[in-house]
């Protein structure tokens, strides 16, 4: 057969799903390409990832047009055959490793979408070898592996590696024990992601940002968090947690829920924190002349 891919959000991150589904076809014997409008194909398979991505309107000619991904729904999932598969990282001529050690997150934020896709359960559902074979560059892509009873175990897959870690979702500060910790200290990571994003847990968020803080020694700039603006906490609230955050030695980052809604005060915030130059020379936000 002729397999035909389309990866309407670009090509500046890796299709994860159309890697894998890459990988099937040729293990079949079927050859798989980017698919070329005009040309003809058995099957041609159109991933979005983001809702806000606008659909691939290009005359494709195929005998049957596969669409998934959450950018169309939540309930679409690859079958287990595809879904387990070492991913073509060719597809993409990617020499990093991308995949999932688990999947599902018991938090249930309402502006996520992983407890509804996946459940309100983190569990485990591959090894790091179903996806990694010697990369030097790792990039994770869990909702909460801290969350997954086997934790340890998959952190200690990832020390084992050698390899350098990227945990692109981050890491839930609520779930961090000694025994993580140990485990993080022997990671080779370049930056680690927390987030303290609603009013919700602060003081447990608080208590272990601290005792993380006093366990390594990482530059500040190697310990990012992500601030969720916008939604449910007043401004006074988000500049408390920045200043607060900075005080403690990590980096805050502002991320804003909808910025079209934003005050401008709220984006003079954003401007303030993100860049890192002026974040740096101007102690105070009440200083800052945008």
Not at 190 to 215: G, P
Not at 232 to 258: A, N, Q
Request: contains cysteine.
């Amino acid at each position: 057969m002729k397999i035909g891919l389309i990866d309407v959000d670009g090509h500046n991150f890796p299709n994860l799903a159309l890697m894998k589904i890459s990988a099937y076809h040729k293990s079949k014997g079927d050859s798989v390409e980017w698919a070329i409008p005009m040309l003809k194909y058995d099957i041609v398979y159109q991933a979005k990832v983001f809702d806000f991505s606008p659909d691939e309107n290009t005359c494709i000619q195929c005998e049957q047009l596969i669409k998934g991904g959450t950018g169309y729904d939540l309930d679409n999932k690859l079958p287990k055959e595809i879904e387990s598969i070492y991913p073509d990282y060719s597809l993409y001529n990617e020499k990093k490793a991308y995949g999932f050690l688990t999947r599902g997150c018991p938090r249930n934020c309402p502006f996520c979408i992983v407890g509804k896709k996946e459940g309100l359960k983190s569990y485990q559902v591959a090894d790091l070898e179903q996806f990694w074979n010697g990369q030097k560059e790792i990039v994770l892509c869990d909702p909460n592996l801290l969350a997954c009873k086997n934790r340890l175990e998959l952190l200690q897959q990832l020390v084992d590696s050698k390899a350098w870690i990227d945990i692109n979702q981050g890491l839930d500060i609520r779930f961090m024990t000694e025994d993580v910790i140990n485990k993080i200290r022997q990671l080779k990571l370049r930056m680690l992601h927390f987030a303290w994003d609603r009013e919700t847990d602060s003081d447990l968020i608080l208590k272990n940002l601290v005792t993380f803080r006093k366990a390594v020694d990482y530059d500040f700039r190697k310990l990012r968090v992500y601030v969720l603006t916008n939604y449910e906490t007043s401004f006074e609230f988000d500049l408390y947690r920045v200043y607060k955050l900075r005080e403690m030695g990590y980096d805050p980052y502002i991320m804003i829920y909808d910025k079209a809604k934003a005050s401008k005060k709220l984006r003079r915030l954003q401007r303030w924190v993100n860049n890192k130059f002026i974040f740096r020379t101007c102690d105070r936000f009440e200083d800052y002349i945008a």
